[in-house]
């Protein structure tokens, strides 16, 4: 039971969130906005469209998409979706999360490389500068956890961790939500890390990746993007709700505090602009600085 | 079994030298080599299969006994040497067709092929002083000419002269540090096995300083890794792949020898050891991310995963000082599957810029572009091994890195601050370089392989199925699909090195879970794949979008996208240079533009804007020995030219030599 509702969250979450995004957005700029569900008719329509593939790519072009769109499914089936319950639950699987993430990324980049096209080599080169300086700080993050717990854990261990039972435990939970809301909003391209809705050469990065796609792999891209947020969603709210809660109710909160964190990016988004190029690194540094801060004082309390 | 050994050996010289005679047959080298390597892997595997050693000592009379001694450090290294010397040798036959010319020995080459082959066999199996020593030296001098095969080019006899003072520079310390052991232990040469220094701890650590020392610049540690990108680029691709998947590996293959019979040094050493490995780490992916010269950028990252193998060792050391076995037990075993990985994965890179490098003519990545549709065998097998090489699922490098993730993760159960503070700093680099890593490689494969030609080559292509090398990608896929058998070999070689090795099952668990979810992937990427075969039904091929350019030119005619508007290597480095300038210096040399219509800047023109990124540390070398020449000018002593005159200061030398250590004997005793 709580594998099906696992899987039909992930399956059906990731378009729901992208039109959520865009109705919040609307709402701020005083329109009504497209339907909730559009991003579902966007999908269904793209897989009826044909493809228009340009000459200068090769099969690394056509392959890229679906393997980044496989890479995260396959790391959202380690993360515990409901009650704690993950489907490949093994000790230190974030390590694997990470680099299949690391995966998508590497395609993505040979994809968006491969047409030729001087934007799409921008948009890359930007992308991988971020994500150099903002992997660290999950390792450091992990890694003081892992000291916290005194063995090494999985990712469905990572939470309970931090349980209320901890002493310090609701300061430890705010850093360490802060830290991943600013991986968060670097991994999956929001404001003030990267415009999604940018047409301009000065703010493209990731949105300037996929420029060249067309049809289902448009598709395939769109339903990633989503299911991203949905990811790093998942992995804030692990460290609110606690697994001991029955799983129709953790469902719901589930549910709601994914849209309480969708709420949250969208009105950053409308609400502010993108930062100067130049400023970016300065702000994902700021997550392993904190990172750094969460060791130390995780290093202090165990050494008292 | 060991007779099959013996056996193999020889008749690899042996081939050698007969192919002397067969100068028109063109396949009798390659056959019989290949058939005498897999000989002498067969007794190599056995000692794993049936998990006991075989030695075999044959006596020489006056010198003592000569041991050969296949325990599986050894085995485990004849296995990799057998290996990628089988796929090199039929490589090589490729590559020497290509590299013709009248004045180049090709069949001396093939003999020193043979001979490298058989003394690196030798180096890894013999547990005698002198033998090891004399495969040492048999095995630089070999290889020092094989590099220097084309000859002509002045820039090659340069670099291989450069090659040779530092591996003799190496054989100096190494030798130093095995007459220390003979004079303060035994006065036998058979000291590899057995070693004592009755409590004499100063002389331990000096020795075992000594000798890392020594097997580190063989290895390619910074800060002794000049000659890795100044000798891999002049080398043959044959060369550059067999030394740096091998060559470079037998300094692993000694500093692990080293601690196995010395047993552990002293805290400053396993300190230093754990500086230098993530100072080559770091260099290492800097400046693969910097260069331009495809062979530099790939034996830069030879210098990254080396050090991430003595990352493993030194943390091995570390956590043994404080008594973590499994800690030690874990970093020693990711560090040994990293060998094999790496040694897979290097040679294959090697081979394919090879063939990247003959079609071209040149090595420079800027004038590149557009491979993957002229060698497309070639790309495949680049993109291949580069997945490997960054680490990532599900290929095979990533499960030595994850092995030693779970060392570096393991050691915080440990209630101990200074391992603590190590191990993050280890993976704070660990997990930077990974992205780096994948920075490096996107940069090289699509400055290569992707996107629009540079520059027109004159060659045709006429490329067929490697059947030479494919065969080394596919250990890249087996292995990270079914790493258990290979942890379970691998962690007998690291059990040999702990008194009460434990067999922990926990580790074995974690190997599976890793495979399940690699199957998982590619369950998913093949269900994916189909949902989109199913949804495509008409694809048009047309231009590039890029944003709507569309040039016209003065007679109605629309230009395509050209290849000048795509990211050149050097854009991709300039980005990265904002991040780490201070560690890295910049050379640049740019023509101011006063037109008011620059013409010339269509072309690559070197007069008119030149940048490259120099390493500190090689510019310290040079700038060393350049004061050093100014100042011995100064002395004004001009070399006579007569070889009589140099005999004489070399028999002057030994003379001095003999008279002290024989006045001096007495003292030392």
Known sequence: MILFTSLALVLIMPLLITGFINKIKAFWAGKQGASVFQGYYDFIRLTKKSQVISNTTGPIFKLAPTIYLATLLTSTLMLPLISGYSILNFKLNFVVFCYLLGLGRFFMLLGALDTGSGFEGMGANREITFSLIAEPALFILFSSLTMLNQNIISISELFSIVGSSVEYSSILRTLIIIILFIIALTETCRVPVDDPKTHLELTMIHEVMILDYSGIDLGFIHFASGLKIFIFNTLMIGFILSPELSPGLYTVYFILLQALFVTITSTLESCMARFRMTHIPQFIFMSVALSITLFAFIIIKRSI | ?669
């Open chain 2, 1 to 669: 079994m060991i007779y099959l050994f013996h056996i193999g050996t020889l008749m690899i010289i042996f081939t050698g030298f007969v192919q002397f005679f067969l100068k028109n047959n063109k396949h009798f080298y390659s056959a019989f080599s290949a058939f005498a390597c897999i000989l002498t892997i067969i007794p190599a595997i056995n000692v794993f299969i049936k998990e006991e050693y075989i030695s075999h000592s044959i006596n020489i009379n006056p010198y003592g006994e000569l041991i050969f001694n296949l325990d599986y450090l050894s085995s485990f290294f004849v296995i990799i040497i057998c290996s990628i010397g089988f796929f090199g040798i039929f490589y090589s036959k490729q590559s020497l067709e290509g590299l013709k010319e009248n004045n180049y020995h090709t069949e001396l080459h093939k003999l020193l092929i043979s001979i490298m082959l058989s003394s690196m066999l030798w180096v890894v199996s013999i547990n005698n002083t002198l033998g090891f020593l004399f495969s040492w030296e048999v095995m630089s001098l070999s290889s020092f000419f094989l590099i220097i095969y084309q000859h002509n080019s002045k820039q090659v006899i340069k670099s291989a002269l450069q090659y040779l003072v530092i591996m003799h520079i190496s054989f100096v310390l190494i030798i130093s540090g095995f007459m220390l052991t003979y004079i303060f232990n035994s006065h036998s040469f058979n000291i590899l096995n057995t070693i004592s220094f009755h409590n004499n701890d100063l002389m331990k650590n000096i020795v075992i300083a000594l000798l890392i020392l020594g097997f580190s610049i063989k290895a390619g540690f910074v800060p002794f890794h000049i000659w890795m990108p100044r000798t891999y680029p002049y080398a043959p691709a044959h060369i550059s792949g067999i030394m740096s998947a091998i060559m470079a590996k037998i300094g692993i293959y000694g500093i692990l020898r080293t601690l196995y019979t010395f047993g552990h040094p002293s805290l400053y050493i396993v300190y230093l050891l754990t500086g230098i490995s993530l100072l080559s780490i770091l260099t290492g992916i800097t400046h693969a991310i910097l260069q331009t010269d495809i062979k530099k950028i790939i034996s830069y990252s030879s210098i990254e995963n080396i050090g991430i193998i003595g990352l493993g060792i030194s943390l091995n050391l570390l956590a043994r000082y404080y008594n973590n076995t499994s800690v030690a037990f874990l970093c020693l075993t990711g560090s040994v599957f990293h060998i094999l990985n790496h040694s897979i994965y290097k040679s294959l890179l090697f081979f394919c810029s090879g063939n990247v490098c003959s079609y071209f003519n040149s090595n420079d990545i800027e004038k590149m572009g557009a491979l993957s549709k002229k060698l497309p065998y070639t790309s495949f097998l680049f993109i291949i091994a580069s997945i490997g090489i960054c680490a990532l699922p599900p290929f095979n490098g990533f499960i030595s890195e994850f092995l030693i993730y779970l060392g570096l993760f393991k050691s915080f159960s440990f209630l101990n601050l200074n391992l603590s503070l190590v191990s993050l700093i280890s993976i704070i680099v660990l997990a930077f370089t990974g992205v780096a890593s994948i920075f490096a490689f996107t940069r090289l494969i699509s400055v290569v392989f992707l996107g629009n030609s540079r520059s027109e080559s004159k060659k045709e292509s006429n490329e067929y199925f490697p059947f030479n090398i494919i065969f080394l990608a596919i250990p890249i896929f087996l292995i990270g699909l079914f790493p258990k058998p290979v942890f379970e070999k691998i962690s007998l070689i690291s059990g040999m090195f702990f008194i009460n090795y434990i067999h922990n099952s926990e580790y074995i668990s974690l190997m599976q879970s890793i495979s399940r979810t690699f199957f998982f992937f590619i369950i998913i990427s093949l269900a994916l794949f189909f949902i989109r075969k199913k949804f495509t039904n008409k694809t048009i091929y047309s231009e590039t979008w890029s944003c709507g350019y569309k040039f016209i030119n003065k007679k109605n005619e629309k230009i395509p996208l050209t290849s000048r508007f795509q990211y050149t290597g050097h854009s991709h480095s300039k980005s990265f240079f904002t991040l780490i300038f201070p560690f890295v210096r910049k050379n640049e040399t740019k023509q101011i533009i006063d037109e008011l219509h620059p013409t010339n800047a269509n072309t690559i023109n070197e007069k008119y804007y030149h940048r490259e990124y120099i390493d500190y540390l090689d510019c310290l070398y040079t700038n060393i020995i350049k004061y050093l020449n100014q100042k011995i000018l100064k002395l004004n002593i001009s070399p006579s030219g007569h070889i009589q005159n140099y005999l004489l200061y070399g028999v002057i030398f030994l003379v001095i030599v003999l008279a002290v250590t024989i006045i001096f004997s007495g003292v030392l005793q």
